[in-house]
């Protein structure tokens, strides 16, 4: 048994080891109240914007964006439209778009080359041609579904400037060679219009004063020399008096030299359209 003179001071001794555990308790909650909270982690930085271009922004200083101009397609070189008459059959050229018969074009000329129309005009399915058949100036009209007709294409042309006495061959819309021509003197002067190139043929055949090579046209001379004997057939040929190119000396006839001829025979297919001009 437990004398009441030893109670007090075991009262006292607990009673201070409560007091010291509270305040050991009191200080860490209180360190941890001061310790400071772990950050969250750093989230990835947002992407700069992109820098725009000047074509996103337009014209500086415009505020607007830029207009977007579509690619454009190469333009196509300019081609001309052929008909060719098929072997064993004819062509029948009219006055019109279903109008009369006027001329019939068998499938080779008179010189014997295969017969190629040039088209010149189009009116729906019908196109118009010149042709030796017709007189100067005078169209043919043919049905282009014409199983007597074949269709092809030529990338060149021939362009004669009377008053310049040249002749320009053209491929693609750009002049590849300017030719200087004699062209039909005052009475037989060269007539203009459109035309197409018939035959192409070695001027020895004809004679010395046609030179080497021989054109021939779908036009006529309606004013043939007093007395000539030749025909009326346009051509351009060679000459034997080259220094007459250049001037107004012939009988209607476009005259150059051989070695221009010599290209215009290799270059220039049965049917190239020659349009002459004052």
């Not at 088209?119 to 043919?142: E, F, Y």
């Not at 030719?179 to 060269?190: F, L």
């Amino acid at each position: 048994m437990v004398r009441p003179v030893a109670v007090v001071p075991l009262l006292a001794a607990l009673l201070l080891a409560f007091i010291g555990l509270a305040a050991a308790t009191a200080t860490r909650a209180g360190r941890a109240a001061a310790k400071p909270i772990a950050a969250a982690p750093l989230a990835a930085p947002r992407a700069a914007p992109r820098a725009r271009t000047l074509q996103s922004l337009g014209t500086v200083g415009s505020g607007r964006p830029a207009a977007t101009t579509p690619a454009r397609p190469a333009s196509r070189p300019p081609s001309f439209e052929l008909l060719r008459v098929r072997g064993g059959r004819a062509i029948h050229l009219r006055a019109r778009p279903g109008g009369r018969v006027v001329a019939t074009v068998a499938p080779r000329t008179a010189f014997g080359s295969p017969a190629t129309l040039s088209v010149v005009a189009r009116r729906g399915h019908w196109v118009g041609v010149p042709s030796s058949a017709l007189p100067n100036g005078k169209l043919g009209w043919i049905d282009e579904r014409s199983p007597s007709a074949s269709r092809g294409h030529a990338s060149v042309q021939l362009v004669v400037n009377l008053g310049r006495r040249t002749l320009e061959l053209r491929s693609q819309g750009r002049v590849k060679r300017t030719i200087r021509v004699a062209v039909g003197r005052s009475g037989t002067s060269t007539p203009t219009g459109r035309f197409s190139v018939t035959d192409k043929l070695s001027g020895g055949q004809y004679g010395p004063y046609y030179g080497c090579c021989v054109l021939a046209l779908s036009g006529h001379q309606p004013h043939p020399p007093p007395g000539w004997q030749g025909g009326d057939r346009l051509a351009i040929h060679g000459t034997d008096a080259p220094g007459t190119i250049g001037t107004a000396s012939s009988a209607g006839c476009l005259r150059a030299a051989d070695s221009d001829l010599r290209v215009l025979m290799r270059r220039v297919p049965l049917g190239t359209p020659v349009l002459i001009r004052a």
